[in-house]
């Protein structure tokens, strides 16, 4: 009896030709959306546009909507969700597909700018969980908005472009680094020392100018975008790296790549809404949000009532209430888990822990210490979710973020379910989380996608 005992297995003992070139295919397309999206308002604008290709429109609240029809909500351009309204009644619920399109980075301090010792720096304050260490010496670019003193927006991205200068923080060369390296890594890098070099020229045109490398480099941002040092109070401007999303590997398996989590599921919902063929039995819905990484806030955020808005409103065409919408729903907390690290064994229960190529990975549950901060998904919704997979020839597996006591994390999962909808973990599972350059297997992201549109269908 083969059913008796159960295991996961390498997509790659089984995958087809086909399968395999779907996968890289599907890769290509990741990769082109990684290089362009870096940031959250760039996330959405590619989805914006993405949608739009794919007859998707724009949903003015309050609006009659028919099944079949495709529509989204651009949330302050920070955030966005999608729907194919259903040829059930929301009465019966939707199903969702949750995902983030923020990413840690460096963001720049309100008043960045200052000059020492004939050098230009900007001043940040990093965003999101990062490993200070693992951000000198990189190249870096810089990106985002600022909106002007005179209501003018402007759109910054320096470093993407082959002709552009990129950007960098300094270290100590290991000669004189002695006592840099007798210290823990949490002392040796401080956040406060992570300054963006940003350039050495002196403007020497006013004799009066005190700090002339300082001058010339806020003229050059004058010549550019038009703008003045004030600006930069009412900027977000974001350090990200500069590198591009690239096959790894011999064999080409993998893709290195900066911000899959979670760009990488947010690609997935984004690609299985707008790929949907026909009109699904329940409304499918894809949520691309900010602000995960620093606790899901904000109006743009997973946890923002513009969701309950925009639900809210298409509940209300319909005669049903958002309350028995939500009960009826479904969703899927599309986010990245920790892929099992072979360096790095000691931290992970390998039976327990998502392992590459094996498919898109489930998460019961997340959490620190006794699963605090988790939704702990009902053992309905993960058979639910067995039969659905089953049906559609998704390869999956069950993961958890470590040991336990290891550490942990959370998602948005709980914010979903807080709403009263079913809600699970699922997404890519991912080596070296949270670096400037993760790393994500084409096979487990093909699958994400996959499995997304196979809820969308038969759930
Ligand atoms: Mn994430
Ligand atoms: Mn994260």
């Not at 760039?42 to 028919?66: I, L, M, N, W």
């Not at 072979?342 to 620190?368: C, I, R, W």
């Not at 009263?420 to 989380?433: F, K, Q, R, Y």
Request: proline share 3%.
């Amino acid at each position: 009896m083969s059913d008796l005992l159960y295991s996961t297995k390498n997509i790659y003992e089984t995958a087809s030709p086909e399968l395999i070139s779907l996968m890289s295919d599907y890769a290509e397309g990741y990769k082109a959306f990684l290089n362009t999206a870096k940031t959250e308002r760039e996330s959405v604008e590619y989805a914006v546009g993405y949608a739009k290709a794919r007859g998707f429109r724009e949903y003015v609240t309050g609006e009659k909507v028919q099944p079949g029809d495709k529509i989204y909500f651009n949330n302050r351009g920070k955030a966005i969700y999608l729907a194919i309204i259903g040829s059930l009644s929301l009465r019966e619920g939707c199903n969702v597909a949750a995902a983030h399109v923020d990413a840690p980075r460096l963001d720049l301090k309100s008043n960045p700018l200052y000059e020492d010792n004939e050098i230009a720096y900007l001043r940040t304050h990093y965003y999101g969980g990062v490993k200070k260490y693992q951000w000198h010496t990189i190249p870096l670019e810089l990106r985002g908005v600022i909106i002007r003193g005179d209501g003018e927006k402007v759109q910054v991205s320096i470093g993407s472009d082959p002709a552009d200068p990129r950007f960098v923080i300094t270290d100590i060369l290991p000669h004189l680094g002695e006592k840099q390296s007798a210290k823990t890594v949490r002392d040796a890098f401080p956040g406060e020392d992570l300054k963006i070099l940003f350039g050495t020229r002196p403007d020497c045109a006013d004799d009066k100018e005190k700090n002339k490398v300082k001058y010339g480099i806020m003229k050059l941002l004058n010549e550019k975008y038009g703008v003045t040092e004030a600006d930069f109070l009412s900027a977000e401007l974001e350090i990200v790296p500069a590198h591009e999303a690239r096959d790894v590997g011999l064999d080409r398996s993998l893709v290195g790549g900066y911000g899959h989590d979670d760009r990488a599921c947010g690609y997935a919902a984004l690609t299985a809404i707008c790929n949907f063929e026909g009109t699904p039995a329940r409304t499918a819905v894809t949520m691309l949000v900010d602000k995960e990484e620093i606790g899901s806030e904000g109006t743009a955020g997973m946890q923002s009532r513009a969701f309950e808005r925009f639900m809210g409103a298409l509940s209300r065409s319909q005669g049903v209430s958002l309350d028995d919408c939500f009960a009826e729903s479904f969703c899927v907390s599309n986010d990245v888990c920790n892929a099992f690290d072979p360096n790095f064994a000691e931290v992970s229960d390998k039976q327990n822990n998502a392992l590459l190529n094996h498919g898109v990975s489930f998460m019961k549950y997340t959490g620190s210490r006794g699963k605090s901060g988790s939704n702990d998904a009902n053992a309905e919704t993960v058979a639910t979710l067995r039969r659905i997979f089953a049906a559609n020839e998704v390869a999956w597996q069950m993961g958890e973020l470590g040991k336990v006591d290891a550490g942990g994390g959370g998602t948005v999962a709980l914010y979903m379910a807080k709403r009263n909808i079913e809600t699970i973990d699922a997404g890519v599972p991912v080596l070296s989380m949270h670096s400037p350059w993760e790393l994500i297997s084409k096979a487990d992201l093909y699958m994400t996608y996959r499995s997304i549109a196979a809820v969308f269908k038969d759930r």
